[in-house]
């Protein structure tokens, strides 16, 4: 495994890390509209019980996207923090470098992936 790794890449991936981060932002700004309880006429309405069952499933599973979305952006957060003060693609747990193959795949990636496997059982 190489020690260093180039400028090249982690440029590249704080690059990528920039853009998923403005998508994950965006997304929560739509998700935000379709959530029935961000209509203004929700309050109001006397709506029938299953109507407002529904409003609450819809409001509870968007939440709960908003939620990961927003777990991401801080993800993302740190990861670009950890580029510029040359930490970058250090696993937190073991402190080995995490191969550039899986940073690829996931630029926000905190964790090498044999830690990752530990850490979700
Ligand atoms: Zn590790």
Redesign the pocket.
Known sequence: MDKKRSQKFETLQKERLLEERQKSLTQIEELKKDDPFADPDHASDNAAIDTDVREQVGHDTIEAQIKDTQKRVAQIDVALRKISKNQYGK??????E?PQARLKLIPEAA??????KRLRK
Not at 91 to 96: A, D, L, Q, T
């Open positions: 696993c937190e747990s073991c402190g080995e995490i964790n090498c992936l044999e830690c990752e």
